[in-house]
C-alpha cells in the first residue's frame, strides 16, 4: 500500500463548479497534513495546512479525518486559474521534517 | 529576497558523466532538501540537511552525494549518471522544524541521462 495515495485524475469540471479531492495516508502517527499545489513544469507550492478541526481559505476548505486517515480538499467556485495538480503531503513522523507526497490530482477548469 | 534558487534549469548527460546540481537560498534557513520528481509521480527525497554541516540520506539516495559547508547552499552531486536518474529535480528548504512549518521549492532542474 502507497504511504499517500490520491486518485490521479484527471478531473475535468466546468468553471463555477464545485470538486472534491480525497487523499488516504498510511501512518497512523502522522501528525501534520498540507496541500500543495503544482502548476505544469513548476515547482510545488503550499496552498494550504490542513487542521484537525477542518480550516478554510476563501474557496478552499480542507478537512482531516483521523479515525479514517484521510484527507480532503474542497473546491468551490472553480476558476480557470485553479488548473493545476494538486499535492496531498503528509508528515514522517519522528524524522527531521521528512514529508511524504501523494503523486498528485490534476485538475483541469474548462471554461 | 530571491528563496530559493537552482541551478542549471535543463542539463543533458551523457551515462558515466558527473554533475553538480546547484541550490542555494536567502531566506537563513535551516532545514534545505533535495527531491526528485519522475512523471506522474511524487516527489522522492533524496538528502536533507539540518544545518551547515549536517547532512543525512533520505527514502532515495544511491547515486548521489551532498554537502552543506553553508547555510545558503546545498549542492547535489550525481556520480556516473545512469538513464534512472533522468528526473526533475526540486530542492527546498524550510525554518525549522516546526509541524506546521513550510518548505519553499526552487524552480527544479530538469535532467536527461542519455
Known amino acids: 500500500r502507497k504511504e499517500v495515495e490520491q486518485d490521479p485524475g484527471p478531473f475535468n469540471v466546468p468553471e463555477g463548479a464545485t470538486v472534491a479531492f480525497n487523499c488516504t495516508y498510511s501512518?497512523?502517527?502522522?501528525?501534520?497534513f498540507f496541500w500543495y499545489r503544482q502548476d505544469c513544469r513548476k515547482e510545488p507550492k503550499l496552498l494550504m495546512s490542513v487542521y484537525s478541526s477542518g480550516n478554510e481559505d476563501g474557496r478552499f476548505t480542507a478537512q482531516l479525518n483521523r479515525a479514517s486517515q484521510y484527507i480532503s480538499l474542497l473546491i468551490r467556485d472553480s476558476k480557470l486559474s485553479d488548473s493545476a495538480t494538486y499535492l496531498c503531503?503528509?508528515?514522517?513522523?519522528?524524522?527531521?521534517?521528512?514529508?511524504?507526497f501523494g503523486s498528485g490530482t490534476q485538475l483541469t477548469v474548462l471554461p | 529576497n530571491a528563496g530559493v534558487t537552482q541551478t542549471p534549469k535543463f542539463r543533458i548527460l551523457k551515462i558515466g558523466q558527473s554533475m553538480t546540481l546547484q541550490c542555494a537560498q536567502d531566506m537563513n534557513h535551516n532545514y534545505m532538501y533535495w527531491y526528485r520528481q519522475d512523471p506522474g509521480m511524487g516527489l522522492k527525497l533524496i538528502y536533507y540537511s539540518v544545518g551547515a554541516g549536517i547532512t543525512d540520506k533520505g527514502e532515495v539516495p544511491n547515486g548521489y552525494n551532498v554537502s552543506r559547508s553553508t547555510t545558503e547552499d546545498f549542492p547535489l552531486r550525481l556520480e556516473l549518471a545512469a538513464p534512472s536518474q533522468t528526473s526533475v529535480y526540486f530542492c527546498a528548504s524550510s525554518y525549522s522544524q516546526g509541524a506546521r512549518d513550510t518548505q519553499y521549492f526552487g524552480p527544479g532542474t530538469r535532467l536527461t541521462v542519455l
Open positions: 501512518n497512523s502517527a502522522s501528525q501534520s
Open positions: 503531503v503528509v508528515n514522517e513522523p519522528g524524522s527531521a521534517r521528512q514529508l511524504t
